[in-house]
Structures are given as C-alpha cells and as structure tokens.
T-cell receptor
Framework: EAQVTQNPRYLITVTGKKLTVTCSQN?????MSWYRQDPGLGLRQIYY???????DKGDVPEGYKVSRKEKRNFPLILESPSPNQTSLYFC?????????????FGSGTRLTVV | AQSVTQLGSHVSVSEGALVLLRCNYS??????LFWYVQYPNQGLQLLLK??????LVKGINGFEAEFKKSETSFHLTKPSAHMSDAAEYFC???????????FGTGTSLTVIP
C-alpha cells in the first residue's frame, strides 16, 4: 500500500530534550515536506526537500532540523524542544510534479513539550 | 505569493442538508486547486483536485467542487450531508510553475443528527 509513515503518533517530552520524528514513504517520491498544524493557523510548512541531500526552509523553520540522506526518509529533528513547539506535525510526500499531483500525508505526530 | 481564504472556520449542517464550504484564492493566474479532508486523529486525504479541463470536479464520498475563474473560487459542495462527513476540510492551491503549495486555515464541518 502506498503510504507515508510517521512515528511516533504521540509524544510527550520535556523542554530541551532532543527528539526525532521519523517519516518514511514507499512511493519513490522526490519531494517531501514537514508541516505543523495549529488551531486557527492551518498548516504551516517547516522544511521541505526536493530530493536526496537537497533541503530548504519553509515558513516556520526556527527550532527544527531535517536531513534527507535517503530518498524514502525525511526525519524531523528538534534539538532543544520548547513548549511553543507543541503541535500536530505532518509529513507529506509528492512526485516531482506536485503541482499537478498534490500531496500524500502521513497520519500525524502529536507532540507535547512540557 | 498566493493566499487561500476559507470563509467560516466552523460550519454546521443538519444531516441530509446541503454542504457548502467556501474557498477563494488570490492569484490572477489560475492555479491548480485541491480539497483535502482530515478525519479525527488522521492525516489529510485528497478529496478532489482541479488541474485542467472540466471546471466541475467530482471527488470521493459524493463531494464536488467547481472552479470559477471569474470569482477566483473553488467551493466544495455535497447535496446531502452524512454524519460521517464530520471532519476538517482544507482548501489548497498550487502554482502551475514553481510548485509552491498553499493551504487555507481549514473549515471544521459538524453534522447535526
């Protein structure tokens, strides 16, 4: 089944403790992206990757890191999480022509930073 | 840059009534247009999309949307709401060049029995 898999689904952590949210897709998509979803703000892009070893900042990159060492994986790293990073996170992927195709989304990771 | 406006962050309809969720975009150049649905505790699923061709687009679960260039709109409709339609709905637009994607802030649909 074609899918984007995120782990974990739920995560509670403490301020300053490094964490990684994993994202993997099995569709050989070139493009991958991370979004955060907050009430009233919709989806805001954090980082995206056009292909292996090519990443760039989205609209809200502060406090986040990403890497794209393999085509299928695009982990999101929070080096020192803070409470304002409490949010619902989505990974998404798309083939090169995402304007025409749209995104496939993962099921989300609900992160709480206390 | 594009902007996407979804009028009404919360919409309530009775079961069996018409569903109308509004979406307007800002570009003078017609973009590609999408509607996504997010059921509770799930990710976003593609409901329907308009790229080229017929301006009335049919999607899954009986939803459809019509692209109206003169109104820069892409409103989502369903003739008869079901309880299972209760979800968050996101409109998204994509430029035909540059591959940027822009989401609206979402509309939460409640279906009243």
């Amino acid at each position: 089944e074609a899918q984007v898999t995120q782990n974990p689904r739920y995560l509670i952590t403490v301020t300053g403790k490094k964490l990684t949210v994993t994202c993997s897709q099995n569709m050989n998509h070139e493009y991958m992206s991370w979004y955060r979803q907050d009430p009233g703000l919709g989806l805001r892009q954090i980082y995206y990757s056009m292909n292996v070893e090519v990443t760039d900042k989205g609209d809200v990159p502060e406090g986040y890191k990403v890497s794209r060492k393999e085509k299928r994986n695009f982990p999101l790293i929070l080096e020192s999480p803070s409470p304002n990073q409490t949010s619902l996170y989505f990974c998404a992927s798309s083939p090169r022509d995402r304007a025409n195709y749209g995104y496939t989304f993962g099921s989300g990771t609900r992160l709480t930073v206390v | 840059a594009q902007s996407v406006t979804q009028l009404g962050s919360h919409v309530s309809v009775s079961e069996g009534a018409l569903v109308l969720l509004r979406c307007n975009y800002s570009s003078s150049v017609p973009p590609y247009l999408f509607w996504y649905v997010q059921y509770p505790n799930q990710g976003l699923q593609l409901l329907l999309k308009y790229t080229t061709g017929a301006t009335l687009v049919k999607g899954i679960n009986g939803f459809e949307a019509e692209f109206k260039k003169s109104e820069t709109s892409f409103h989502l409709t369903k003739p008869s709401a079901h309880m299972s339609d209760a979800a968050e709905y996101f409109c998204a637009v994509s430029e035909t060049t540059g591959n940027q994607f822009y989401f609206g802030t979402g509309t939460s649909l409640t279906v009243i029995p």
